[in-house]
């Protein structure tokens, strides 16, 4: 085990794969422990533990690394669906059939979500500080790793009958340019979208439930200066770290009170995340009143129910931009920017 364990440090400092090198092959055998001995390792992060656990292995074996990586935590169960990818998100019930959602839309599969799978995913949450209580029996959170971003959403009893997780699979970090490169916004509607940032604008990215709402999020973040101070609320993993911009990220539920504590930290842009409840309209229009540049998403099936929506929270359209998403289901699940509105 000890030489074993010597190996697998080479291998973590080699910047060559093994069959590259030709010289240090792992037998299936040795793999197996090799796995057990990776799932000890960590990382000041879980994000960065898998990054590390996956460095290694793909150096061993490129076609088998996703599969041991999430094996190292239990989730060799979603290895199949990262490797596909035409998956885009997967509900697992354990005892019961895995549901997808492809680029085509959704289908139920052959195969039954396993228990373990969920137990795994209730440990990574408490590894991110995050639990499930009789207070908060719903909630969300990122996990990275390789080329990998998976959102997770977990529910328990008394708010849904079973146990159960969503899982939302990104390959690579999309930017502005691949959206429009793959027509879910046009050259003219980024511009204006650039103009609105420009000005100090307030952005609302709206549309239907899996309709791009947060990678649009995510994509307009890189078209911010990187040298401006900016704070994100809750959903602080749905973006990626990034030592090149000036980050702080707050995993609260209590978004108003995270946005008046934001004032000692002298920023620039604050991401609420999603708005939904009224505590989280009320922190978009605490940031904004206070002269933060505030951006957000929302669920809104057009841009009147948007501006409805707001209005009714009390918020003013005067200086805010709506990015209406829609999606439609076809041959392909087609996602695009419907529409901009701005006062």
């Not at 669906?81 to 680029?103: H, Q």
């Not at 933060?292 to 003013?316: C, F, P, S, W, Y």
Request: hydrophobic fraction near 40%; aromatic fraction near 6%.
């Amino acid at each position: 085990m000890l030489r074993l364990l010597t190996r697998l440090l080479e291998c973590a400092e080699c910047k060559r794969s093994c069959k590259e090198k030709g010289v240090c092959d792992f037998t299936e055998e040795e793999t197996t422990l090799l796995i057990s001995l990776l799932s000890r390792i960590y990382k000041k992060t879980i994000d960065e533990t898998l990054d590390f656990r996956y460095d290694v292995l793909r150096k061993i074996n490129q076609n088998t690394a996703v599969h041991a990586t999430l094996a190292t935590v239990g989730l060799e169960q979603l290895a199949e669906f990262l490797e596909d990818d035409d998956v885009e998100d997967v509900v697992l019930i354990p005892g019961r059939p895995i549901y997808l959602t492809r680029r085509y839309g959704k289908e139920k599969i052959g195969k039954i979500s396993e228990a373990k799978t969920l137990r795994a995913l209730l440990k990574i949450a408490h590894l991110k500080g995050v639990e499930l209580t009789t207070a908060n029996p719903s909630f969300r959170y990122g996990l990275s790793f390789g080329g990998y971003r998976l959102r997770v959403s977990i529910d328990l009893p008394p708010i849904v009958p079973h146990p159960q997780a969503y899982v939302r699979v990104h390959r690579k970090k999309i930017t502005a340019k691949d959206l429009v490169k793959s027509g879910f916004l046009t050259g003219e509607q980024l511009r204006e979208i650039v103009a609105w940032l420009r000005e100090g604008r307030h952005v609302v990215v709206s549309g239907p439930p899996g309709s791009g709402k947060t990678t649009l999020l995510a994509a307009i973040d890189d078209l911010i200066p990187p040298h401006l101070q900016r704070v994100y609320i809750d959903e602080a993993d749905e973006f990626e770290d990034d030592p090149n911009k000036n980050q702080i990220k707050i995993r609260s539920v209590n978004k108003a009170k995270e946005v008046l504590a934001s004032l000692n930290r002298n920023i620039d842009v604050i991401f609420i995340g999603e708005l939904q409840y009224e505590d989280h309209f009320a922190a978009f229009r605490t940031a904004s009143e206070m002269g933060l540049q505030t951006l957000a998403t929302m669920h809104a099936t057009n841009v009147e129910d948007a501006q409805k929506r707001l209005e009714r929270r009390g918020i003013e359209l005067q200086n805010i931009g709506i990015v209406q998403l829609s999606k439609k289901y076809g041959a392909m699940v087609e996602r695009k920017v419907a529409a901009l509105y701005a006062k």
